[in-house]
């Protein structure tokens, strides 16, 4: 069965040559297969755009990834900024004293971990040998070919994107809890000492058999003892 009609080479080499994909003989027919394209002009001229794409989307992961870093230093600092201010309160004679350096340390790590982190995922994928692109390539259309790769550099860019908040998401949510843990268990040992300070004044207050040198002399001993006094004092009313 002949295969070209008329003059029509291209209708040869694209409508008329299913029959030789895969084929081994290397007789007759056009010789065509998936592996490779048509000719090396349309060979070339698909390795430029896939250069062209790299460029392009090279530029836009950097730019993209420089402002992620940029809100990522600008809202960890300020983090690290409140942190630093409850350190330096005074609660009921204890500070929590959260560990700044190590939250510090997470911010480098985190930066270090954005960088290249887009760009690594686009690069990963524009090769002709990536499942999903080299079907897309292999479009005899040009139009329609650009269209596809372009539809399918953006979604690999919002992918890459994406992947990547998972990681500064899961980050920022180790912070928090290494930090509300620290926080948590600082005021599960300030309450534990006010407790017991109040209960210690309460039992100056109750002690009637007592002279009054016995009581201030009580008196000094646990506000020496705990440093509490003049804060609880209101509370029991001594």
Same mark, same amino acid.
């Given at each position: ?20 994909f895969g084929s081994s003989s ?32 090279? +530029?836009?992961? =950097?730019? %993209?990834?420089?402002?992620? &870093?940029? $809100? !990522?230093?600008?809202? @960890?600092?300020?983090? *690290? #900024? ?94 928090? +809890?290494?930090? =509300?843990? %620290?926080?948590?268990?600082? &005021?599960? $040992? !300030?309450?534990?000492? @006010?407790?017991?300070? *109040? #209960? ?25 003892k705990h440093g509490l006094y ?9």
């Amino acid at each position: 069965m002949g295969c070209c009609v008329g003059n029509c080479g291209f209708c040869c080499v694209v409508d008329c040559c299913i029959g030789d994909f895969g084929s081994s003989s290397g007789g007759g027919g056009c010789g065509y297969s998936p592996s490779r394209n048509t000719t090396e002009d349309t060979a070339q001229k698909i390795a430029n755009e896939l250069a062209v794409m790299k460029e392009k989307y090279d +530029k836009s992961a =950097r730019k %993209e990834e420089a402002a992620i &870093i940029k $809100e !990522i230093n600008s809202a @960890m600092d300020d983090f *690290i #900024a409140s942190v630093e201010k409850v350190n330096q309160k005074d609660f009921g004679g204890r500070k929590f004293d959260i560990n700044v350096a190590n939250i510090r340390r997470k911010k480098e790590k985190l930066t270090h971990d954005v960088v290249g982190h887009i760009g690594g995922v686009i690069h990963d994928r524009l090769t002709m040998t990536d499942k999903e692109l080299s079907v897309i390539l292999k479009e005899a259309d040009d139009d329609k070919r650009a269209k596809n790769f372009e539809k399918f550099c953006e979604d690999l860019f919002e992918s890459a994107k994406q992947s990547l908040v998972v990681e500064i998401q899961k980050t920022v949510a180790e912070q928090q +809890k290494m930090v =509300r843990e %620290e926080i948590t268990n600082r &005021i599960q $040992e !300030i309450e534990a000492s @006010m407790k017991k300070a *109040i #209960a210690d004044y309460e039992a100056i207050r109750d002690m009637e058999n007592k002279s009054i040198e016995e009581q201030e002399l009580m008196k000094l001993q646990l506000m020496y003892k705990h440093g509490l006094y003049e804060i609880v004092g209101d509370h029991v009313g001594i």
